[in-house]
């Protein structure tokens, strides 16, 4: 079975060389993503799609195999999703929703503690609504919370090596505008995935942030407090 | 139980209620069990083994309440939907019900870059589908009752655990799904909370045996310095926010860790 989202190239050798500041983003290929990809000079690298849960383990370790990188991504992205009650999820909602993208949640950020360099750098994106915004997706924020304990664990094993990690979440594409009272402080909610979302990226990847590690940023222009 | 505790007891927890506990053939769970059986609740231990189920429910009947088995596996729906029907059947309402099963997988140590699919759909059935399917079942019931949902989760939820990360996902997971359910059953009535205990059990005291730098570990940083007691400090935390007292608490997740995690 080919490993999705690897190519192999014949002959290893004669990959071209990375660079000491290689940037890796394991996400589904989308618009979005590769907006995102190209806002921080990154390589895509496609994660299955979340219904395919017999290939993770095996994707997971092709990518675990590849070159060390300094920076590693990581959004297991959703399109959107309605809002719906979660007495309303039916088996199929359900599994589409959490049980398949927390799977590959834990399997991408598995291979991204394999793939990141030592003293190297990895983010996880995950779409999350704030407290305010949440019923109606509770998949969504049991996945966010479940990957900010995700990410931590990763912070705490990769640590000793020198090897940060970090959260950013985002509402986008999940709520589209903020309908319950506080209004969110600043303009332009739920924020671009190439300047707003990229830039709390950035600062996390960056030699700026070197004693951070376990931290969640919300670039959700100040909708969630925590 | 120590006299003042029996006080306190029957002045905090007033109403007689109905309780469902997953998982609570040990440790947590049948701590909680027990102090909700102090008040004289009738509770529901709702597990697949019998025979520890059935003597847990006798210790419930011993402390004052009224102890029930009925057998259950949160991950398969049928049998959830079995269990309730049960419960409802023999006891006629149900007010309350805690989620505190885990899975087996849930002590062994495992990194992501090692976990396997099928690890992960133990930890993810039991902790996240477990309690999807029990909401579908006793949401009706609550609502009713205007009774309250409680699922137990972690310091692991939290702050993650470099060893058991699977299990720290799943643990941050549930707290998600409180604070999102709390939002949603709110204007029915129903509270949705979370509790990540830190408590002694079997498990720990034997590791703590084989490792004693895991006691100085996990106790170093405890302001208490010691593990909670699973009926005494635990248990009757987990019944304060079952109770009529917590009526205006939900979507919050409580600490009962001695002061140990290090996350706010």
Same mark, same amino acid.
């Given at each position: 079975?080919?490993?999705?989202?690897?190519?192999?190239?014949?002959?290893?050798?004669?990959?071209?060389?990375?660079?000491?500041?290689?940037?890796?983003?394991?996400?589904?290929?989308?618009?979005?993503?590769?907006?995102?990809?190209?806002?921080?000079?990154?390589? &895509?690298?496609?994660?299955?799609?979340?219904?395919?849960?017999?290939?993770?383990?095996?994707?997971?370790?092709?990518?675990? !195999?590849?070159?060390?990188?300094?920076?590693?991504?990581?959004?297991?992205?959703?399109?959107?999703?309605a809002?719906?009650?979660?007495?309303? &999820?039916?088996?199929?909602?359900w599994?589409?929703?959490?049980?398949?993208?927390?799977?590959?949640?834990?399997?991408?950020?598995?291979?991204?503690?394999?793939?990141c360099?030592?003293?190297?750098?990895?983010? !996880?994106?995950?779409?999350?609504?704030?407290?305010?915004?949440?019923?109606?997706?509770?998949?969504?924020?049991?996945?966010?919370?479940?990957?900010?304990?995700?990410?931590?664990?990763?912070?705490?094993?990769?640590?000793?090596?020198?090897?940060?990690?970090?959260?950013?979440?985002?509402?986008? +594409?999940?709520?589209?505008?903020?309908?319950?009272?506080?209004?969110?402080?600043?303009?332009?909610?739920?924020?671009?995935?190439?300047?707003?979302?990229?830039?709390?990226?950035?600062?996390?990847?960056s030699?700026?942030?070197?004693?951070?590690?376990? +931290?969640?940023?919300a !670039?959700?222009?100040?909708?969630?407090?925590? | 139980?120590?006299?003042?505790?029996?006080?306190?007891?029957?002045?905090?927890?007033?109403?007689?209620?109905?309780v469902?506990?997953?998982?609570?053939?040990?440790?947590?769970?049948?701590?909680?069990?027990?102090?909700?059986?102090?008040?004289?609740?009738?509770?529901?231990? #709702?597990?697949?083994?019998?025979?520890?189920?059935?003597?847990?429910?006798?210790?419930?009947?011993?402390?004052?309440?009224?102890?029930?088995?009925?057998?259950?596996?949160?991950?398969?729906?049928?049998?959830v #939907?079995?269990?309730?029907?049960?419960?409802?059947?023999?006891?006629?309402?149900?007010?309350?019900?805690?989620?505190?099963?885990?899975?087996?997988l849930?002590?062994?140590?495992?990194?992501?870059?090692?976990?396997?699919? $099928?690890?992960?759909?133990?930890?993810?059935?039991? #902790?996240?589908?477990?309690?999807?399917?029990?909401?579908?079942?006793i949401?009706?019931?609550?609502?009713?009752?205007?009774?309250s949902?409680?699922?137990?989760?972690?310091?692991?939820?939290?702050?993650?655990?470099?060893?058991?990360?699977?299990?720290?996902?799943?643990?941050?997971?549930?707290?998600?799904?409180? $604070?999102?359910?709390?939002?949603?059953?709110?204007?029915?009535?129903?509270?949705?909370?979370?509790?990540?205990?830190?408590?002694?059990?079997?498990?720990?005291?034997?590791?703590?045996?084989?490792?004693?730098?895991?006691?100085?570990?996990?106790?170093?940083?405890?302001?208490?310095?010691?593990?909670?007691?699973?009926v005494?400090?635990?248990?009757?935390?987990?019944?304060?926010?079952?109770?009529?007292?917590?009526?205006?608490?939900?979507?919050?997740?409580?600490?009962?860790d001695?002061?140990?995690?290090?996350?706010?």
């Amino acid at each position: 079975m080919p490993v999705v989202g690897v190519e192999t190239p014949d002959d290893p050798s004669q990959e071209e060389p990375l660079s000491p500041n290689s940037t890796i983003l394991l996400a589904p290929r989308s618009d979005a993503m590769q907006r995102l990809a190209d806002a921080l000079e990154a390589e &895509l690298v496609p994660v299955p799609p979340v219904s395919d849960r017999e290939d993770f383990e095996e994707w997971r370790d092709g990518v675990a !195999a590849g070159r060390a990188v300094a920076h590693v991504i990581v959004a297991v992205w959703s399109e959107g999703e309605a809002p719906d009650p979660l007495l309303e &999820l039916d088996e199929s909602a359900w599994t589409r929703r959490l049980e398949g993208p927390f799977l590959l949640w834990n399997l991408a950020l598995g291979a991204a503690a394999a793939r990141c360099d030592d003293g190297g750098s990895i983010v !996880a994106l995950v779409q999350s609504p704030s407290a305010l915004d949440a019923a109606g997706f509770t998949p969504e924020a049991a996945i966010g919370d479940g990957v900010v304990a995700l990410i931590r664990s990763v912070a705490a094993s990769e640590g000793p090596r020198g090897v940060r990690a970090n959260a950013v979440t985002t509402p986008l +594409r999940l709520v589209e505008r903020a309908t319950l009272a506080p209004a969110p402080p600043l303009p332009g909610y739920p924020g671009r995935i190439d300047v707003e979302v990229a830039g709390a990226i950035r600062m996390l990847l960056s030699e700026d942030a070197c004693g951070l590690t376990g +931290r969640v940023l919300a !670039a959700d222009g100040g909708r969630t407090l925590t | 139980m120590r006299e003042d505790a029996r006080m306190k007891d029957t002045t905090l927890t007033p109403a007689h209620k109905v309780v469902v506990i997953t998982g609570a053939t040990g440790g947590v769970g049948r701590g909680i069990a027990i102090a909700c059986g102090e008040v004289g609740w009738e509770v529901w231990i #709702a597990a697949r083994r019998k025979v520890e189920g059935e003597a847990v429910a006798q210790e419930v009947s011993e402390a004052g309440g009224r102890g029930r088995y009925v057998e259950c596996d949160v991950a398969t729906g049928d049998s959830v #939907a079995a269990a309730i029907r049960t419960v409802v059947r023999e006891s006629g309402r149900l007010d309350a019900v805690v989620h505190n099963a885990t899975s087996g997988l849930s002590p062994v140590p495992k990194r992501l870059s090692e976990v396997t699919t $099928r690890e992960l759909e133990s930890h993810v059935g039991v #902790a996240l589908r477990g309690a999807w399917l029990l909401a579908r079942e006793i949401h009706p019931l609550l609502r009713e009752s205007r009774g309250s949902f409680l699922l137990m989760t972690s310091e692991a939820g939290f702050e993650g655990k470099a060893r058991l990360q699977p299990y720290a996902g799943v643990k941050g997971a549930q707290r998600g799904l409180v $604070r999102a359910l709390a939002r949603e059953w709110g204007r029915d009535g129903i509270r949705v909370n979370a509790l990540a205990p830190l408590a002694s059990s079997p498990a720990m005291e034997s590791a703590f045996e084989h490792e004693p730098a895991m006691a100085e570990r996990v106790l170093g940083r405890n302001p208490l310095g010691r593990l909670g007691d699973t009926v005494e400090d635990v248990g009757r935390a987990a019944r304060f926010l079952l109770s009529d007292d917590a009526g205006y608490v939900t979507a919050h997740t409580l600490m009962v860790d001695g002061g140990s995690c290090p996350a706010t």
